[in-house]
């Protein structure tokens, strides 16, 4: 289908999303959560559905050579379910940021200003293979006042098709417009063309998935976009690491969960901590299965490691695969640091004070960490309930994106007869 037919046959379906967010602009709280728990409810009544659908999904990632790392991020469970609906009922007991002042004042003239959050209107969101970004998006969206266009992706067609109808369900069983979510599958990489062209029926575009994904939506669309970065994460083990903390950050940074953004994908130690922390590191590591890339230091400190080459330092494996490099100084550190991450997040491990405020302060990444996991870079995680997604740019928004970042602002102005002088 070409995308002038794609536009024509979208149009309608778009501008049906734009008059439903002028409805959820006005909604009360209460009515944006009760719409929030028929959807919760509906997930787990619905779970046959789902499975029945995924299962299709699953089975279609062999013909259509689904790359393995996405498995995980498409599978989904009675569990995943449960705590799809889980996270949507959290957001009911998140504070609604549509009203919130920012800041006001009183002019000498009389005149009050105030400025005020409001819905952007209509996200449009492109990603793949994530159903659970589905339900997520979804939520935050209609808790925010904002309609949603969703375009999920081939790998996960049935499966969205299936979480989309049980929301539009939801949303009509307590009277609210159902085309406040469509989806855009259905045109499939048209659908996507058409929300990238949607000015003036989309207002902002947020991409999630792989870097040819964003690069694609960040150089093509003509809607604003939100920027969400892969992944390219660094844990750094400084020269005073602690050992056991060593060990315990790496592992879960890297293997608690690996298909996902803020998993670690690079270790770089100090070469005064290299004797002293790496062979336990790596033998930990390799406890775990991960195949370690490792330059010419890290190769002599454990058992079958890999020689890393310059590709390594920039690849996002979304696997249980790890580039190591020992390096001689925290300058070097943070060159490597600014020379190949996407600007995501970045973690040092050290007891030495100045070296972690030098670190929080020289790394320019969405977040920047502290003896701490670098799986802690997520909206559930910091408070937020679900979240959009992590964006890796400066403006607007930076870091997990949660309801606050779903809305713009806009000023009111009362006065009672003032003219201007």
Known sequence: MSLELAQQQLTPRLQAAKASART???????????????????????????????????????????????HDRLRLTEERIAQLAAAVREIIGLTDPVGTVVRGHRLPSGVQIT???????????????????????????????????????????????????????ALEAVDLPQDSVVSVDDFG???????????????????????????????????????????????YIDETADLQKAVDIVINAKTQRVSVCNAAETVLVHAKAAERVLPAVLAALQAKHVTVH????????????????????????????????????????????????????????TEDYASAERFLAEVDSAVVMVNTSTRFTDGGQFGFGAEVGISTQKLHARGPMGLPELTSTKWLVRGTGQVRA
């Not at 995924?54 to 089975?59: G, P, S």
């Not at 929300?195 to 809607?223: F, W, Y």
């Not at 058992?303 to 390096?327: I, K, M």
């Open 24 to 70: 959820l602009a006005t909604l009360t709280s209460d009515r944006k959560d009760q719409a929030l728990a028929a959807i919760a409810d509906r997930l787990v009544s619905e779970q046959a559905r789902i499975l029945a659908a995924n299962a299709i999904d699953l089975e279609n990632t062999v013909t259509n050579q689904v790359p393995v790392a996405l």
């Open 115 to 169: 400025q005020v959050r409001v819905p952007f209107g209509v996200l449009g969101v492109i990603y793949e293979a994530r159903p659970n970004v589905t339900v997520d998006i979804a939520a935050l969206a209609l808790k925010s006042g904002n309609a949603v266009a969703l375009r999920g992706g081939s790998a996960a067609q049935a499966t969205n098709e299936v979480l989309v109808g049980i929301i539009r369900e």
């Open 189 to 235: 990489r048209e659908g996507a063309d058409v929300l990238m062209h949607a000015r003036g029926l989309v207002d902002v575009l947020i991409p999630r998935g792989g870097r040819a994904l964003i690069q694609r939506v960040v150089t093509t669309s003509t809607v604003p976009v939100i920027e969400t970065g892969d992944g390219n994460v660094h844990v």
């Open 294 to 349: 490792g330059d010419e230091r890290a190769q002599a400190l454990g058992d079958d490691v890999v020689p890393a080459t310059d590709a390594d330092w920039q690849t996002e494996y979304l696997a249980l695969e790890l580039a190591v490099r020992v390096v001689d100084s925290l300058d070097e550190a943070l060159a490597h640091i600014a020379q190949y991450s996407t600007h995501h997040t970045e973690s040092i491990i």
